[in-house]
């Protein structure tokens, strides 16, 4: 491990005066006149000596004493925090991140949502568009935050990492542009998190060397506490004060590693006005539900008088698959100012399964859809595609006895085909044209052996290796059909797809009819989204204009399904123009 050198009182008064001539760059006092700023950030130098000259937001990636449950552990963190530093920016803002690291760990950032128009080479995932940032090196994230605002999240893009290894983005819309509903009393993010007491990348390490599920979590957290509902935990409670009468906007984000969430606040409604980071035509409802990868922000109008009283905040899985999984509640606490808070309520949360719930809410969600915030949806298609997602098996290999299915070891996969990283990283290897032996084209468009996906599964569920691509030509109109299996169990998967937003046309249950579903198409107002749940034993369709040059990796946001391969990824061709091309990587970008 690389050891930070201890700055002198010189040093540190040099970048103490540096500091104070920058600007601070929160919205409410960056003093910009225009619409697009380089944002100045400057964070805690007595973790690790590091000088920003007033254009980089300078991020030490640090291993750190944590503990929760009773349990100390060392953990990579950013800047000793845990969760990590916000990061905030306005819509047209320019956004320079310099990483360094000072862990034994390689490490990469990915910036969840941001659409990275030109600026592929900073989306962060490790060998797909960048090698990972190796100990005592650094990197230097570089993007312009182009048509949007609203909530995201910065997190790891390695292993298992983002188990601590992540922080809020906050993309405020431009200077004197206002939200599409009244200005809330006050903002509040939320981070919903996994607790582990053992170290994540030894949790998967284990896995994948003996072919079973990992082990689960001990707890889930706001904002990394774990709640009373856990044992000695009370002191680690995250807790929610507010005022009567008033509206709070709250930023939710699911951090969790593998588990899809249910939340609710007793006594409580909020309405949804966002999702990852797109506005939606408010509802109302007491319950959210929030697969990793996903951001939804509400607005939470209290109570005009205070009550004596205290109102549990909750969350727990929502689950339908066959293996194990982390059946636990965690808990804040939302409390008046002016309250005694002599009694507690808690919510009612559906069942652990409860599908259908699942499904009533996300098919509220609708995109405003009119004349400032207009749908973009394809409405003809050049290129269609049908995806089976879901888990497999691979052989157990010889001389060794594996805990998977039948002896075997699990696997996942797109189309059957179990996405294997290269050694080195996708967008360098093709912006050289150097592809040998990295990655190959022709990824199959549809399953080379149709199966009755939501039955009986077929004889052999052994799953293909390799590195195949989609090559799209630039400003290609697109329609995935993702069709969930019943492999291994039935379970929805949240997928994830980098450099893009896309909108959510349609879904349903059991297996996609290519004749009759997509009559019930909506491509009037869909939800525009970044992740998606694949319904359980069922479908989604997306839509999206392939307008963005580079390689772009689609994968599913449970980390376990990652990890056993359930990934595939796009290149998408430069178009003719200087601004439909990608320009050539930084000088910076890592070695593997």
């Not at 909530?151 to 922080?167: E, I, M």
Request: charged letters at 15%; glycine letters at 8%.
């Amino acid at each position: 491990m690389g050891a930070s050198v201890p700055a002198s009182p010189e040093i540190l008064l040099t970048i103490l005066l540096f500091a104070m001539s920058c600007l601070w760059a929160f919205p409410e006092v960056a003093g910009a006149k225009h619409a697009g700023i380089t944002r100045h950030y400057k964070f805690n130098v007595r973790v690790c000596v590091c000088v920003c000259v007033c254009v980089c937001v300078c991020t030490c990636i640090k291993l750190t004493n944590v503990t929760r449950l009773c349990h100390t552990k060392s953990m990579v963190t950013v800047n000793g925090k845990f969760p990590g530093p916000r990061v905030v920016a306005r819509e047209g803002d320019r956004l320079v991140v310099k990483v360094v690291n000072h862990v034994p760990n390689n490490i990469s950032i990915h910036w969840h949502g941001i659409r990275q128009l030109q600026s592929g080479w900073a989306d962060g995932p490790a060998y797909i568009t960048q090698c990972p940032i190796q100990t005592n090196q650094t990197y230097i994230y570089n993007f312009t935050v182009t048509g949007q605002r609203g909530t995201l999240f910065w997190h790891a893009h390695l292993s298992w990492l983002r188990a601590s290894v992540y922080g809020p983005l906050i993309i405020f819309p431009k200077r004197n542009v206002s939200y599409p509903f009244a200005k809330p009393h006050k903002e509040v993010t939320i981070m919903l998190g996994e607790w582990f007491n053992a170290d994540p990348e030894a949790v998967i390490s284990q896995a994948l060397q003996t072919g079973g599920g990992p082990n689960v979590s001990e707890a889930y957290t706001f904002n990394g506490l774990p709640g009373p509902l856990y044992n000695c935990s009370e002191n680690n409670t995250y807790k929610l004060k507010v005022k009567p009468g008033k509206t709070y906007l709250l930023r939710l984000i699911n951090t969790a590693l593998n588990d899809d969430l249910f939340f609710s606040i007793a006594n409580h409604t909020f309405t949804v006005v966002e999702v990852d980071a797109t506005y939606v035509k408010p509802f109302e409802t007491n319950l959210l539900v929030i697969t990793p990868g996903q951001t939804s922000n509400v607005l939470l109008k209290t109570k005009p008088i205070a009550p004596n009283a205290s109102f549990y905040m909750l969350a727990r899985p929502y689950f339908t698959g066959q293996g194990t999984f982390d059946n636990t509640t965690v808990a804040g606490i939302l409390e008046y100012e002016t309250s005694s808070n002599s009694t507690a309520f808690k919510p009612t949360l559906p069942p652990i399964n409860a599908t259908n719930v699942v499904t009533n809410f996300t098919r509220k969600l609708r995109s405003l859809a009119n004349s400032r915030f207009p749908v973009n949806v394809p409405q003809t298609v050049d290129k269609k595609f049908f995806f089976t997602v879901g888990l497999g098996n691979s052989p157990c290999p010889k001389n060794q006895t594996c805990q998977g299915p039948n002896g075997t070891k699990f696997a996942a996969s797109v189309n059957n085909i179990s996405m294997a990283l290269p050694s080195s990283a996708i967008l360098q290897s093709y912006f050289f044209k150097k592809s040998n032996g990295v990655y190959t084209s022709g990824f199959p468009s549809f399953p080379l052996h149709p199966f009755n996906y939501t039955g009986t599964p077929p004889n052999n569920t052994l799953v293909a290796n390799g590195t195949k691509l989609v090559v799209l030509p630039f400003n290609t109109s697109v329609e995935v059909v993702m069709q969930g299996t019943r492999i291994f169990g039935a379970e929805s998967h949240p997928l994830h797809l980098h450099g893009f937003n896309f909108y959510v046309v349609g879904e349903g249950f059991g297996n996609f009819d290519p004749n009759n579903d997509p009559k019930n198409f909506n491509l009037v107002d869909p939800v525009e989204r970044n992740t998606v749940g694949v319904p359980t034993a069922g479908w989604v369709a997306i839509r999206f204009h392939a307008d963005n040059p580079g390689v772009w990796l689609m994968h599913c946001h449970f980390d376990v399904h990652l990890s056993w391969g359930l990934r595939m990824a796009w290149i998408v061709l430069d178009g003719t123009l200087p601004s439909q091309k990608l320009p050539p990587p930084p000088s910076d970008l890592p070695k593997c």
